[in-house]
């Protein structure tokens, strides 16, 4: 079965660090462009960040750049964002994603894990 | 960045009938490929968003036909033929064209 695990996320005082991961099972990591995706409490989608299947290409939201580092293990099928320097407002679950299409981060995000919830507050 | 705008934010709808949501995006989706990198998302009470299209108009597999996209450039369009109950939640739409990528704010759809 395809399949996305998070895992990682907790409660963080600001200007803390968290480092989530995404288990993949059920298909190749390293054939596809993966991403993150967060929503803030009762709140729509935020695009977080994206890497190509190497991870020699990497992208950001701005609010976000500078402050979270995406990256892959292909070799252990797994994704993660390593957050630093957290705010508030980074508050939400985070899920993570596999776009459909070999090899192009376009033609959709088809496979989602349950997502992960970071907390941040003092 | 590119801004998306859906429309309806809100949309009651009564099961067996039409529904439509509007996706207009402050810059072109269309690439010179011919493919618009437009996609829409449902995301169910609950659940994590599913993908429903691609690509402007590509229904995703498993995705029922009365679920159809539309449009090109900077206007496009979600229609479901028919509603049935389980289509209730918050519809999306997002473009892949340029980094960031963006969502649209999300349009509640409700029996």
């Known amino acids: 079965e395809v399949q996305l695990v998070e895992s990682g996320g907790g409660l963080v005082q600001p200007g803390g660090s968290l480092r989530l991961s995404c288990a993949v099972s059920g298909f190749t990591s390293r054939n596809y462009w993966m991403t993150w995706v967060r929503q803030a409490p009762r709140k729509g989608l935020e695009w977080v960040a994206n890497m190509n299947e190497d991870g020699s290409e990497k992208n950001y939201v701005d609010s976000v750049k500078g402050r979270f580092t995406i990256s892959r293990d292909n070799a252990k099928n797994s994704l993660f964002l390593r957050m630093t320097s957290l705010r508030a407002e980074d508050t939400a679950v985070y899920y993570c994603?596999?776009?459909?299409?070999?090899?192009?981060?376009?033609?959709?995000?088809?496979?989602w894990g349950q997502g992960t919830t970071v907390t941040v507050s003092s | 960045d590119i801004v998306m705008t859906q429309s309806p934010l809100s949309l009651p709808v009564t099961p067996g009938e039409p529904a439509s949501i509007s996706c207009r995006s402050s810059q072109s989706l269309l690439h010179s490929n011919g493919n618009n990198y437009l996609d829409w998302y449902l995301q169910k009470p609950g659940q994590s968003p599913q993908l429903l299209i691609s690509l402007g108009s590509d229904r995703a597999s498993g995705v029922p036909d009365r679920f159809s996209g539309s449009g090109s450039g900077t206007d496009f369009t979600l229609k479901i033929s028919r509603v049935e109950a389980e289509d209730v939640g918050v519809y999306y739409c997002?473009?892949?064209?340029?980094?960031?990528?963006?969502f649209g704010q999300g349009t509640k759809l409700e029996i």
């Open positions: 994603a596999r776009y459909r299409v070999v090899g192009t981060p376009h033609g959709g995000m088809d496979v």
């Open positions: 997002m473009q892949v064209l340029h980094s960031p990528q963006t």
